[in-house]
């Protein structure tokens, strides 16, 4: 039998341009695909005009998971600097807590990255970084038995304050219903020695509701502190969905109240987050509220959802709608009102106009002093004989 005949190869070379389409399987289009087709043009990113639109939008990411773009007025630059280098070592070679950090404010870099460190606001968090409540936007640690107080902690808070020069500072804490006093009198010890260290230094005390206790609140309030602040976080109807069952609206109007008739001159202050679900009318109702109980100053800022274990952002609200905000309280009698995106109740901004309100405030009552004085003076007995 004959061998078969050899294999005989034909190859053929073929341009990829010659036959377009041939061999080749179409991609089918994905969500990603479909998202960037309905998305902006080029001309949206070159003309530079942000988006206004208060919606949340949500993408998906490269594991299929649906995730949150901020809107453009959100987004603020990393922390950097030597200054918020040196206050971050100083707090932690004390032991100290901020709110800046446990509660992820979106201003630290601003606060603690200027070149001026006198100008720097740091909000330092009394009692440990643990709370015993539980608020549903609150990305704070809670544990229904923290650890016990540091005895040094007041110390310490008047050191590292007196070393950084400051002319205005915050107090907070985290709420400690598992003490008897809330931990009222660890707030007045650390207020008295920071005053005692540098007596120039105005004080605002942060706090909590105390349970309702107004002798806690009054023991704050007359410690020596400049300003008093509570925060009744939310509208009254959404109260019960947002903040910790133990607190309630009427029961945060109380404490505020307590606190202006405890000392006389004193500056009483609050904060409201919007974007969770809140009408107009309700947020009326609840500013009219607050001007019932005598309040000086009102703050306004976006909640931002800290993980996806808390709240879900209903609405992002525009800077527009925060400017009319802060018009509105204004028309309704609030001394000062800080209303943004990005502000917190302790903002430097309004930190620094309540500062020059309390310094004006006291040059007036020396002068009127030092008037009195001279008066008297010319009606005594020796100046009546000259």
């Not at 009222?184 to 349970?211: C, Y």
């Not at 405890?262 to 001007?291: F, H, N, P, W, Y």
């Not at 004006?360 to 009127?368: E, G, I, L, P, S």
Request: with cysteine.
């Amino acid at each position: 039998m004959p061998p078969p005949p050899p294999l005989r190869l034909s190859l053929t070379r073929t341009l990829a341009t010659t036959t377009p389409g041939a061999g080749i399987t179409k991609r089918p289009p994905t969500t990603f695909t479909d998202r960037l087709n309905s998305g902006p043009s080029f001309g949206d990113f070159i003309s530079g005009t942000p988006d206004s639109s208060s919606e949340i939008r949500t993408v998906i990411n490269s594991k299929g998971k649906e995730i949150v773009r901020l809107p453009s007025w959100l987004k603020t630059n990393i922390p950097l600097g030597q200054n918020f280098t040196k206050i971050k070592s100083d707090l932690r070679g004390l032991n100290l807590h901020t709110v800046c950090e446990e509660a992820r404010c979106p201003n630290i870099g601003e606060c603690w990255g200027g070149s001026d460190k006198s100008a720097a606001t740091a909000t330092i968090m009394l009692m440990g970084d643990t709370c015993t409540r539980g608020c549903r936007f609150c990305s704070v640690k809670t544990n229904r038995r923290p650890p016990p107080l540091d005895v040094h902690e007041p110390e310490n808070t008047a050191e590292a304050l007196s070393r950084w020069g400051l002319g205005y500072v915050v107090l907070t804490s985290v709420d400690r219903d598992d003490l008897a006093d809330g931990g009222s009198g660890h707030f007045r010890e650390t207020i008295v020695k920071i005053k005692q260290k540098a007596p120039n230094i105005l004080v605002e005390a942060l706090t909590g509701d105390f349970m309702g206790d107004m002798e806690c609140v009054e023991r704050v309030a007359t410690s020596g502190l400049d300003v008093y602040a509570h925060n009744v976080e939310t509208v009254e109807e959404l109260t019960p969905f947002v903040r910790d069952r133990r607190a309630t609206f009427r029961q945060s109007l109380a404490v505020l109240k307590k606190a202006k008739e405890s000392k006389e001159g004193l500056i009483t202050k609050t904060s409201i987050m919007l974007g969770l679900g809140e009408t107009e009318e309700q947020l009326v109702d609840a500013l009219k509220e607050l001007r019932k109980v005598d309040v000086d100053v009102v703050t306004f800022g976006q909640y931002m959802r800290p993980t996806k274990r808390h709240m879900k952002v209903v609405e992002y609200i525009t800077p527009e709608a925060f400017e009319k905000w802060r018009v509105k309280a204004l028309e309704m009698g609030f001394m000062y009102v800080a209303s943004g995106p990005l502000v917190r109740s302790s903002y430097k901004a309004g930190e620094a106009f309540i500062e020059n309100v309390l310094k004006k405030r006291a040059a007036a009552a020396n002068t009127a002093a030092i008037a009195e004085a001279v008066e008297v003076g010319l009606d005594s007995p020796e100046k009546r004989a000259e």
